[in-house]
């Protein structure tokens, strides 16, 4: 089991940054690829940004491309997610996510994420 923490969401001004964290339970963190997902009320979860498990690829959603910025640090168990040039349309609960299987790729699809964190709102103003 890997248990998943994030922080850092809140209320901002649209044009304005946040930086979630997610911190993970378990060492074996380094060998999962990780992944931010969204759910904005009434809409599906969607896909936000991808890292692999060795940190080489990184994917991110249209939407968010050139805006948002996943890394993650290993000696410390933790990912990130930096979002800049925020808009109202990026308010929604944001889910930490990880792989099960040790070396997997890199998803897009919320089903490929077998572990989840408990959610942090992020709310932009307008």
């Known amino acids: 089991q890997v248990q998943l923490v994030e922080s850092g969401g809140g209320l901002v001004q649209a044009g304005g940054s946040l930086r979630l964290s997610c911190a993970a339970s378990?060492?074996?963190?380094?060998?999962?690829?990780m992944g931010w997902l969204r759910q904005a009320p009434g809409k599906e979860r969607e896909f936000v940004a991808g890292?692999?498990?060795?940190?080489?690829?990184?994917i991110y959603a249209d939407s968010v491309k050139g805006r948002f910025t996943i890394s993650r640090d290993n000696a410390k168990n933790t990912v990130y997610l930096q979002m800049n040039s925020l808009i109202p349309e990026d308010t929604a609960v944001y889910y930490c996510?990880?792989?099960?299987?040790?070396?997997?790729?890199?998803?897009?699809?919320?089903?490929?994420?077998?572990?989840w964190g408990q959610g942090t709102q992020v709310t932009v103003s307008s």
């Open positions: 378990r060492r074996t963190f380094t060998s999962n690829s």
């Open positions: 996510a990880s792989t099960g299987r040790a070396y997997s790729m890199v998803m897009r699809t919320p089903d490929a994420y077998d572990y």
């Open positions: 890292m692999s498990w060795n940190g080489l690829t990184t």
